[in-house]
């Protein structure tokens, strides 16, 4: 049996008060095995963010534990929580977060040198990722010289360059036009494929969630596993 990579205990997460008090998660909990790939998906607002910032250890929950590999993650200091997502975690957002003063290679080694690698390490571990992404034609170009697909790919390149045991995305197509999503799309299931990374993608794209292997739904503060083949809840045609 795969270990669990992930496991959510009884998630709860509520902001504000009174009248405007919105209980985003009510005791979410599930479990994803090491190497899985699995898709977030639900209707615009109901908190998906959320939910894949605290797995990622970005935001904490009210209540409730978060395990990577058997870790209680939320009960390590504020440093060893820092390292911790350093080293074993990789996020996509869906703007991109590169810094624009700074080239595609040199926006690739930052979590190297973060982790403490030398500049030479980090730059071979760089040049190696970007390589893998397709990119090794582009390490002196800023991000302002490259186009939409390229970018993500370096947002991409820069996630894995410390090869971290699970990569975090959140609408990684959701600024892209068709082909290039499509490109991406077949971009993650070669890195899950290729160094068994486990994939947890919140997304809107029905092309990336059905080539996962599981597709969790976030509703009324509740996950709820669901089928590939079936139109989920909030997409269903209203009856007439």
């Known amino acids: 049996m795969a270990k669990t ?3 959510a205990k009884n998630l709860i997460k509520v902001y504000g ?4 008090r919105v209980e985003v998660l009510q005791g979410a909990s599930f479990k994803i095995a090491a190497g899985e790939k699995v898709a ?3 209707a615009s607002g109901v908190g998906k963010t959320t939910l894949l910032h605290i797995l990622g250890t970005l935001d904490r929950p009210d209540q409730g534990q978060v395990f990577h590999f058997g870790v209680d993650v939320f009960s390590l200091s504020d440093r060893e929580l820092s390292r911790f997502r350093n080293q074993k975690l990789g996020f996509v957002f869906q703007f991109h977060h590169l810094l624009p003063e700074f ?8 979590p190297a040198l973060i982790a ?16 893998r992404v397709g990119l090794s034609h582009r390490l002196n ?16 390149a820069r996630a894995l360059v410390l090869n971290p ?19 991406i799309v077949k971009l993650f299931l070669r890195i899950n494929q290729t160094y068994a990374t486990t994939l947890v993608v919140v997304t809107h794209n029905p092309e990336l969630a059905t080539q996962m292997d599981r597709v969790f739904g ?12 079936e139109p989920w809840p909030w997409n269903k045609p209203s009856k007439e």
């Not at 080239?103 to 930052?110: F, G, Y």
């Not at 170009?141 to 991409?156: C, D, K, N, T, Y």
């Open 103 to 110: 080239n595609t290679l040199e926006n690739t080694m930052l």
């Open 17 to 20: 008060s009174g009248p405007q």
């Open 40 to 42: 977030i998906v639900g």
């Open 116 to 131: 403490g690698k030398s500049v030479k390490e980090a730059r071979k571990m760089a040049e190696e990722i970007l390589e």
């Open 5 to 7: 990579a992930i496991e």
């Open 218 to 229: 976030l509703s009324a503060g509740k996950i709820i596993e669901l089928s590939k083949d």
């Open 141 to 156: 170009h800023r991000i302002g010289e490259l186009s939409g697909g390229e970018r993500q790919r370096v947002a991409i």
């Open 165 to 183: 045991p699970v990569l975090l995305a959140d609408e990684p197509t959701g600024n892209l036009d068709v082909k290039t999503a499509q490109e």
